[in-house]
C-alpha cells in the first residue's frame, strides 16, 4: 500500500519563528497538496502544486506561506514568520489524478502538529 | 463560501444497520466527489471517489450516490461496524483537480 510520509510528527516553535514541515509524497504522483486543518474545523485547503509550480492556492496561503520540491521527492511547506493561529495539523496529500476515471484517490500523508507559543 | 456542506455534524447507528452520511455542494462545475474517513489525530484515509458521468459507485460496503441535479450526494454504509466509528469528510473538485473543496465533517458512531 503506497503511502505519503510526513515529519516531523509534531513541532513546537515561538511565534515569529519559521518552520518547514516536510511530506515525501507516493513516487509516481504528480499532484501535491497541503492542508491544515485547525483543532475542531474543517479540512482546510491551502496550496495545490503541480508541474514544479502552484497550480492553485487559497487565500489563507499567503506571502508567509511557499513551497518547494527541491529534489524531486521532498515536497516542503515553509511558514515564514509563524502566527499563534498557524497552529493547526498540516496535512500533505499527492494524487495521480487522471480525469473522470474515477478511479485515482489522494493520498493523506499523517499529519504534522505544529504549536506555536 | 462554503461551496461543500455536510449538515449532519454527528450520526448514530445500530451495528448492522445502515449508515446514510449526506453531503451538498453548490459549485455545478464540480467534476469529482471524494469521501475520507479520519480518526482523531491521523490524516483523512480515502474510501471512495465518484465522478460526475456516474450516479452511482460501489465498493465493498460503501455506496456512493450522486444526483447531479439536487448537486447532492450520499455515502452508504451497509452494514455499519463499530470500527467505521469516524468522522467522514465528502470533497468535491472541478476537473482540474488543483482544488480540492472539503465539507465540515459528520462524525458516526456505530453502537454496537
Known amino acids: 500500500e503506497p503511502e505519503v510520509t510526513q515529519t516531523p510528527s509534531h513541532q513546537v516553535t515561538q511565534m515569529g519563528q519559521e518552520v518547514i514541515l516536510r511530506c515525501v509524497p507516493i513516487s509516481n504522483h504528480l499532484y501535491f497538496y497541503w492542508y491544515r486543518q485547525i483543532l475542531g474545523q474543517k479540512v482546510e485547503f491551502l496550496v495545490s502544486f503541480y508541474n514544479n509550480e502552484i497550480s492553485e492556492k487559497s487565500e489563507i496561503f499567503d506571502d508567509q506561506f511557499s513551497v518547494e520540491r527541491p529534489d524531486g521527492s521532498n515536497f516542503t511547506l515553509k511558514i515564514r514568520s509563524t502566527k499563534l493561529e498557524d497552529s493547526a495539523m498540516y496535512f500533505c496529500?499527492?494524487?495521480?489524478?487522471?480525469?473522470?476515471?474515477?478511479?485515482?484517490?489522494?493520498?493523506f500523508g499523517p499529519g504534522t502538529r505544529l504549536t506555536v507559543l | 463560501d462554503q461551496q461543500v456542506k455536510q449538515n449532519s455534524p454527528s450520526l448514530s447507528v445500530q451495528e448492522g444497520r445502515i449508515s446514510i452520511l449526506n453531503c451538498d455542494y453548490t459549485n455545478s462545475m464540480f467534476d469529482y466527489f471524494l469521501w475520507y474517513k479520519k480518526y482523531p489525530a491521523e490524516g483523512p484515509t480515502f474510501l471512495i471517489s465518484i465522478s460526475s458521468i456516474k450516479d452511482k459507485n460501489e465498493d465493498g460496503r460503501f455506496t456512493v450516490f450522486l444526483n447531479k441535479s439536487a448537486k447532492h450526494l450520499s455515502l452508504h454504509i451497509v452494514p455499519s461496524q463499530p470500527g467505521d466509528s469516524a468522522v467522514y469528510f465528502c470533497?468535491?473538485?472541478?476537473?482540474?483537480?488543483?482544488?480540492?473543496?472539503f465539507g465540515t465533517g459528520t462524525s458516526l458512531t456505530v453502537i454496537p
Open positions: 470533497a468535491a473538485s472541478d476537473v482540474t483537480g488543483n482544488q480540492f473543496y
Open positions: 496529500a499527492s494524487y495521480n489524478f487522471r480525469v473522470l476515471q474515477g478511479t485515482d484517490t489522494q493520498y
